[in-house]
């Protein structure tokens, strides 16, 4: 008997078959696929879609889902609503979670790359919709995209040195390739908002579509004051991102018409650069990260954030001029009581966090 040729999604196709979100299991992620475009939406804009741990793993599902499809030619990535495309880590999770095990955070930046190299190995156009406010991580992953199309009322940021972090993933690899080494430096250093008109002077997305109206027309080249009237639904302005989706619907049906083996090796061969960058520096950034994460940088950090005030950046200088361990809420553990023998006591606590008996003074030791 001649074996007979295995039909098209029968067995031999099984191990790579496409599944749905619900297949997928996703809960803050929306994902479809239609017309050989996958779209997966971060949908978290209560938290101004900030990913949450779970979150990341999420999106790496999706994206090795899309890129293993072979009826998808082209992904679409995006933010719930119209405020965020994604404000990069979930920094409330952050002070609850990895403050308190930094250890932890060496587990959250493994889901991190995972979701990041997903877009890089993903073998497909990827467009960054960018349909609000891409800040901090969510910069880097627009960075992290082939393509970016950014709605006019939105911004875009990195806040690493402001809240007790460093943006290393992404920013410090890439950011120098994209608008080079001194405006790299002047983003990562001040972490000022930088309009969508400036992003497109700078490099930092293909085009700028209007997306704020007020009544029945179009307003172009808005305004921040405009934005966020628009964004408040004030004074007869709102956000409409019609001409948004109509954009980037035009772009991924132009993005189809080509070899797909071709544009996957051509995206290959335009990885070089951020490929050397990235591996070259982030397993690094990983273990740093993590470390760091028990010092008073991130403490300080992220609390003030969660609590909404403005960081106190001068006391970890003023302690390190007085050599007092900045690195350390309450001073270098070297400190031992008289009393119950407890030691590796912080040098700043007056009384033994073990037995309550008052510890010497500068004077007395």
Known sequence: MTASKPKSGTAS??????????????????????????????NRPEAYNAYSTGALDELARAFRDAAFDDAVGVIVLTGAGERAFCTGGDVKEYAREYTARPRDYWKYMALFRSFIEAILNTGKPVIARVNGMAVGGGNEVQLACDLTVMAEHAYLKQVGTHVGSVAAGGATQWLPLVVGDKRAREILFLNRPIPAADALEWGLTNWVVPSVRRGEGWVEGATQAESEKA??????????????????????????????????????????????????????????????????????????????????????????????????????????????????????HRFCGACGKPLPTEEER
């Open 13 to 42: 196709g099984r191990l790579f078959a496409s599944r749905s979100a619900d297949e997928l299991g996703l809960r803050e992620v929306l994902y479809e696929k239609r017309h050989g475009v996958a779209r997966i939406t971060l």
């Open 231 to 348: 964004l408040q639904g004030a004074d007869g302005y709102r956000v409409d991102l019609s001409r948004l989706d109509e954009f980037v619907d035009a772009l991924a049906e132009a993005l189809l018409q080509s070899f797909p083996e071709c544009t996957r090796y051509t995206k290959q061969q335009l990885n070089y650069w951020k490929d050397l960058a990235w591996f070259g520096t982030i397993r690094h950034a990983q273990d740093w990260l993590s470390l760091h994460y028990a010092s008073w940088e991130p403490l300080e950090g992220m609390r003030a954030f969660v609590e909404k005030r403005a960081p106190n950046y001068r006391l970890v200088r003023e302690r390190a001029a007085s050599d007092e361990s900045p690195e350390l809420p309450w001073g270098a553990p070297v400190r031992t009581c008289g009393g119950c023998g407890a030691v590796n006591l912080p040098a700043l």
